[in-house]
């Protein structure tokens, strides 16, 4: 009998496992796979790495600007796929000793509950019954399609087969313009295909600031990426020579058509219907205190958890909570606020906490203090000018929300992490000094102006 099993090991079920040694709890990991989850084998981890060989394609390309005299650069794509396998490949091993190191029983097959604990089959099809006082799901989600657009792996394709594309693609649609689509756009724009993005809603990013969404667009538009926002694409037809996609009365020629249009939960088979645990659209309701279901012995975490963000590293903190309350029996909930959520396209786009929309939406009455990197030395070395912070602060109030545009922005929102969780004053924050020059100073100038003070 195991104090815990965990059905799935991507980053909130290999979260929860890893943490259960400060408790001494023993713990069965059930993965039908390699541990490591989307996140390590088909997203974030692939991703940013082929957007690091994007970056360093770029950055090559105008090496001259620098007075570095480089050929002119090509793509060697299957150096950077056999770089990204590399890194996959590195991460999974060093967490499964780490696994192995914590004393975990990492069991392999597929999961289910069953008579209060988890049934697994095996590959050889063989059942065994684990028994535990707990059980965690953390099963995680797959990419979504649109109605006249299935996923073949081949002409239509997800991010699951984009990040193993074997030769770069001529020509791209990517529907969606969202996390998943703009960083595509972005590493896609770089390497020089022709890229063409299709979002339904009006910008790039909804819900992000649109002044940072536009750093972004100017920014894709260098790449020479077409984007139509407020377009919905028809059905398609595929050719000999690729796919047509009909748009706003035109059409379009591309090889290959990757969708992107948001991920769903996996939780179809995993035994739920033998349970009380109430379940939405597939998506398992919880109390965000210790998040356990309907079923108190039974937890869910990572992205099948209705109504929390579908993020790595909020499957990690959900984790945490579950483990904490099954160790200690207090709650230990995750603060959504604070959680950062960051684009990592060129330039990175960030945010913590609200937008001056959502803040309006709430009625709070705020005041939004930017500051562009245009003029920031670190920024302008660095030929990085496309940037900007925005901080929105409660009127009278703490800085409730904040976002940055620009190079670095993903390290960058840390700082205001900080000062969004801790309700800082912007006055409180803007006493502290920002090291010269860095592209951090933007976020000094624009707390010390939301203080009502300002320098340059
Ligand atoms: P998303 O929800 O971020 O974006 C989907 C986009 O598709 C939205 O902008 C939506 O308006 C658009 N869309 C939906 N239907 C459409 C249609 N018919 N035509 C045109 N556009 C349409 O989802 P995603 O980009 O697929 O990412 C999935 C999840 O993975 C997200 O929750 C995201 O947060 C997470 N993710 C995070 C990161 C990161 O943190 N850097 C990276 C990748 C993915």
Redesign the pocket.
């Known amino acids: 009998m195991h104090d815990v099993a965990i059905i799935g090991g991507g980053p909130g079920g290999y979260a929860a496992a890893l943490y259960a040694h400060n408790f001494g709890l023993s713990v069965a990991l059930i993965e039908k796979e390699r541990v490591g989850g989307t996140c390590l084998i088909r997203?974030?981890i692939p991703?940013k790495t082929w957007l690091q060989s994007a970056h360093v394609f770029s950055v090559v390309k105008k090496a001259g600007e620098f007075g570095v005299v480089a050929s002119e650069p090509t793509v060697d794509w299957q150096i950077a796929l056999a770089r990204k396998n590399k890194v996959v490949n590195g991460l999974v091993n060093g967490l499964s000793g780490l696994l192995k190191a914590r004393g975990v029983d990492v069991v392999e097959g597929y999961g289910s509950l069953k008579d209060g604990g988890v049934e697994v089959t095996a590959t050889d099809l063989s059942v065994t019954q684990i028994e535990a006082a707990n059980v965690i799901l953390a099963t995680g989600?797959v990419?979504?399609s649109?109605p006249g657009y299935p996923i073949d792996g081949e002409r239509i394709v997800s991010?699951d087969h984009a990040l193993d594309w074997e030769s770069q693609p001529g020509r791209v649609a990517i529907?969606?313009?969202?996390?998943?689509?703009?960083?595509f756009a972005s590493l896609l724009g770089d390497f020089g295909s022709e890229v063409h993005v299709?979002?339904?809603?009006d910008q790039?990013?909804?819900g992000t600031d649109p002044d940072a969404v536009k750093s972004l667009d100017r920014a894709l538009r260098k790449k020479k990426v077409k984007v139509s926002t407020s377009?919905?694409?028809g059905a398609p037809e595929i050719t000999d020579s690729g796919v047509t996609i009909p748009y706003a009365e035109k059409s379009v020629e591309v090889d290959v058509v990757l969708v992107?249009?948001?991920?769903g939960p996996q939780t179809g088979n995993i035994g739920l219907e033998s349970t009380s645990v109430v379940v939405d659209r597939g998506f398992v309701e919880v109390d965000r205190q210790t998040m356990q279901t309907a079923e108190p012995h039974i937890y869910a975490v990572g992205?099948i958890v209705a109504g929390t963000?579908?993020?790595?590293h909020a499957g990690f903190a959900e984790g945490i909570a579950a483990i904490t309350h099954i160790a200690t029996g207090a709650a230990a909930p995750v603060d959504y606020n604070s959680i950062p959520?960051?684009?990592?396209t060129d330039p990175e786009v960030a945010q913590v906490g609200v937008t001056e929309a959502q803040a309006v939406e709430q009625g709070r009455q705020v005041e939004v203090t930017s500051h562009g990197m245009r003029g920031v030395g670190r920024a302008i070395i660095q030929g990085e000018v496309g940037g900007i912070v925005k901080i929105v602060v409660e009127k009278d109030g703490p800085i409730i929300g904040a976002t940055v545009a620009g190079p670095g922005a993903g390290e960058m929102i840390h700082e205001l992490m900080y000062t969004v969780a801790w309700e800082a004053l912007p006055s409180e924050a803007a006493a502290y000094i920002h090291a010269h020059p860095t592209v951090s100073e933007a976020i000094g100038e624009t707390l010390l102006s939301a203080s009502g003070r300002s320098l340059h």
């Open positions: 997203g974030c991703a989600s990419p979504r649109i991010s529907i969606g313009g969202g996390v998943i689509g703009c960083e299709f979002e339904a809603l790039l990013l909804p377009t919905k694409v992107a249009v948001g991920r992205d963000p579908q993020l790595a959520l960051v684009t990592y």
